[in-house]
């Protein structure tokens, strides 16, 4: 984890770094024994399929967990997030393979409220060049 940021340090306009979390399969299995999740469109591709799906895909939550990630990782403290949100737009497609899918985050500081010294962050999340997560913003109470 970085050093915690300072409120004066941020403008509005600062990008955050921007990161790339690669799923795999076997990544789907773990999160879905750790979340008790195991609806069968995350694992089994044959299901997946007979639902409308392209294949597997992963979980929504996990995917907004990573993107949460880069705000918690940017802050320095998982718990100067004081808000988090998004949309799913799109899912993340995990091909049986040995890469699997990626999904890219970057985020940029949209707005600051010198009263409150938080800043939301809005974020954009894609995988396979698409947008996954819409309306992806994080309030952040900074130092």
Do not use: C
């Not at 921007?18 to 024994?33: E, I, K, Q, S």
């Not at 990630?69 to 997030?81: E, F, I, K, S």
């Amino acid at each position: 984890m970085t050093a915690r940021i300072s409120y004066d340090e941020v403008e509005i306009g600062t990008e955050l770094p921007v990161r790339t979390f690669p799923v795999t399969r076997a990544d789907l299995v773990r999160y879905a024994g750790a979340s008790g999740d195991f609806n069968p469109i995350h694992w089994n591709e044959k299901f997946a399929k007979e639902v409308g799906l392209p294949d597997v895909i992963a979980h929504g939550m996990f995917t907004m967990a990573e993107a949460a990630r880069v705000v918690t990782d940017w802050a320095g403290d998982p718990g100067a997030v004081a808000e988090y949100g998004v949309r799913f737009t799109r899912p993340v497609v995990v091909p049986n393979d040995d890469e699997g899918a990626v999904i890219e985050v970057g985020g940029k500081v949209a707005a600051k409220d010198d009263e409150r010294r938080t800043v939301r962050v809005d974020l954009v999340v894609k995988s396979a060049g698409q947008k996954v997560l819409g309306m992806s913003r994080a309030v952040v109470r900074l130092a």
